[in-house]
Structures are given as C-alpha cells and as structure tokens.
C-alpha cells in the first residue's frame, strides 16, 4: 500500500454565510478534529469569473444568479484540506446540500435548518455554509481558487495519528 493511493487534498470554502455568523473557527475545527491537515487557508472576495468556473456545471441553471449573488454578498475562506479519501469524507461531515435533510450531526445539519424549496419560493439566497469538492473534481477547483505557492507541506502530528 502507498499512501499515494488513499491520501489526497480536496477544497473547501467556508461561504459568506459562515463567516459572517463567526463560524469559520468552529467549522475550521471540525475539519481539524476529524484529523484533515490545512495545506492552503485564505480570505477571498469571489468575482463573477471565479464562481463561472467554480460553478461551471450550475451556470445554465434557474438557481445560478442567486447562487453568484450570495456568494458575493461578502468574503469566503477558501482552504485546501489533505487527507484519506479527503474529497468523500469532507462531503461527509458537510452533509446532505439541502440543510433540511442534512443529517444534525453534519455541519449543514447543525448550523442550519432551512430548505432549499423555501429558499426558492420565498426568493432568498439559499445559505448553506460550506462547499466542498465531488471527489474526481477537487484537483480542478484548487486550481482555480489558489496558486501552487500558496499552499505548504509540513509535517503534522496528524501524519502519524490519524492516518
Ligand atoms: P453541493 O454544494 O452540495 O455540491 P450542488 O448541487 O453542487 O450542491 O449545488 C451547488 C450549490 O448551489 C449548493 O450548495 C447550493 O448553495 C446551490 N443550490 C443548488 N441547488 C439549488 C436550488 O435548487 N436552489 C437554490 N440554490 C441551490
Ligand atoms: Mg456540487
């Protein structure tokens, strides 16, 4: 076996939903807890380019402009997490995309509560915290939000206790 093989990194983004309720430390920590190693962390104002290619797949869809909108509506934390399986475990304590069938133990579950059909008739943003890369789509979307030089190998007591 070669750790090649199961450890990889994966992007996140705390949304202005997070960072505007002071939760970037507590979701931060979850991330921590679970034993993930932080290779890249930083405060980004999002233009309507970057989310066009983050969110390549959402472009032609009703929702989009909402979705450009309210990750506009102020800065985001984007960070770069490594670990085994990164991509599936951290879709995994984010939790389900509608915060309303999101398991409460799942950052989604726990800090929200509102369904996307509300969010929609009501004509609100849809607030869901956190993005985090599909696996097979995380090496793509690093690429677009950081710079190789921004993000840093060290060693971490999680190389040798949580994998
Ligand atoms: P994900 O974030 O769990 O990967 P996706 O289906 O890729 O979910 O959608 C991307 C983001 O677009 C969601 O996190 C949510 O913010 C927003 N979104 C998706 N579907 C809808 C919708 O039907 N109404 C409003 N916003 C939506
Ligand atoms: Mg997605």
């Known amino acids: 076996m070669s750790d090649a093989e199961y450890v990889e990194r994966t992007f996140v983004a705390l949304k202005p939903d997070a960072v505007k309720r002071g939760l970037v430390g507590e979701i931060t920590s979850r991330f921590e807890d ?60 984010v939790g389900d995309t509608d915060a309303s069938e999101a398991h409460p133990a799942t950052i989604r579950g726990r800090y929200g509560h509102m369904s996307m059909d509300y969010a929609d008739d009501a004509g609100r943003h849809y607030k869901n915290l956190v993005h985090a890369s599909e696996p097979g789509e995380a090496e793509e979307e690093i690429e677009i939000w950081f710079e190789e030089s921004e993000l840093h190998e060290y060693d971490h007591s999680q190389d040798e206790h949580a994998r």
Request: overall charge negative; glycine content about 10%.
């Open 34 to 93: 679970a034993g993930f190693k932080i290779m890249g962390m930083k405060m980004v104002q999002a233009t309507d380019q970057l989310l066009e290619q983050h969110y390549a797949e959402h472009v032609d869809k009703p929702f989009y402009d909402g979705l450009a909108g309210f990750m506009k509506s102020g800065p985001v934390v984007a960070m770069v997490l490594e670990g085994v399986h990164a991509a599936e475990n951290l879709r995994k304590i």
